[in-house]
């Protein structure tokens, strides 16, 4: 399968901990963005990169976010301290090309974080 | 700023019925409107997209959605539901800098047999 994949699938953890997720983008695809969905809501943009440049951060990204994109290809998402109302699915999507041009995004299947 | 809004949280239609998901959107300029699907347990996909060519734009799974600029409508149908096309569908808008794109809250479509 050569779509989006994100990892883990699920994360339990208890408030303060840090967590990390991951994101393979499609291989081709130079851009890369983290979007965030709680129940309930459509997806939220939190950040994207172009290549391994981080263009545009939400002002959702508190300072316990971080996500970085190191060699332009995989991207990992840190949230630190983490509090309950982190919980939510973590999505990514990448693009490259004429459907970056038009905005079309191509998704993962999502992390869910619980935060105990 | 670019935003959306689909009007109705729930929509449920018998199998076989008409389909129609509302959305409303407003740009500052001329938009770029996509409907994506979320199957239970999967990740959201492209149903269809208008980037300012047919007003009348189809997509997958017999979905199609016009765009009327006079009603700043982007609209979804099906003709005839299907069990299958029980799902949340979103409606979205490319951002005016062209780096992201902006989802409504969606619509939970549920299929009676």
């Known amino acids: 399968d050569t779509g989006v994949s994100q990892d883990p699938r699920h994360k339990i953890t208890k408030r303060g901990q840090n967590v990390t997720f991951r994101c393979d983008p499609i291989?081709?695809?130079?851009?890369l963005y983290w979007y965030r969905q709680t129940l309930g809501q459509g997806p939220e943009f939190l950040t994207y990169f172009q290549n391994e440049a981080q263009l545009e951060k939400s002002r959702l990204l508190s300072d316990r976010f971080s996500a970085e994109r190191p060699k332009g290809s995989f991207s990992t998402l840190e949230i630190q301290r983490t509090e309950q109302g982190d919980s939510a699915m973590y999505l990514c999507?990448?693009?490259?090309?004429?459907?970056?041009?038009?905005?079309?995004?191509?998704f993962g299947e999502g992390s869910r974080l619980t935060v105990l | 700023a670019q935003s959306v809004t689909q009007l109705g949280s729930h929509v449920s239609v018998s199998e076989g019925a008409l389909v129609l998901l509302r959305c409303n959107y407003s740009s500052s300029v001329p938009p770029y409107l996509f409907w994506y699907v979320q199957y239970p347990n999967q990740g959201l996909q492209l149903l269809l997209k208008?980037?300012?060519?047919?007003?009348l734009v189809k997509g997958i799974n017999d979905f199609e959605a016009e765009f009327k600029k006079s009603e700043t409508s982007f609209h979804l149908t099906k003709p005839s539901a299907h069990m299958s096309d029980a799902a949340e569908y979103f409606c979205?808008?490319?951002?005016?800098?062209?780096?992201?794109?902006?989802f409504g809250s969606g619509t939970r479509l549920s299929i009676r047999p």
């Open positions: 291989s081709e695809h130079n851009r």
């Open positions: 979205a808008v490319r951002d005016s800098s062209a780096s992201k794109i902006i």
């Open positions: 999507a990448s693009s490259s090309g004429l459907a970056a041009n038009t905005g079309e995004l191509f």
């Open positions: 208008y980037t300012s060519a047919a007003t």
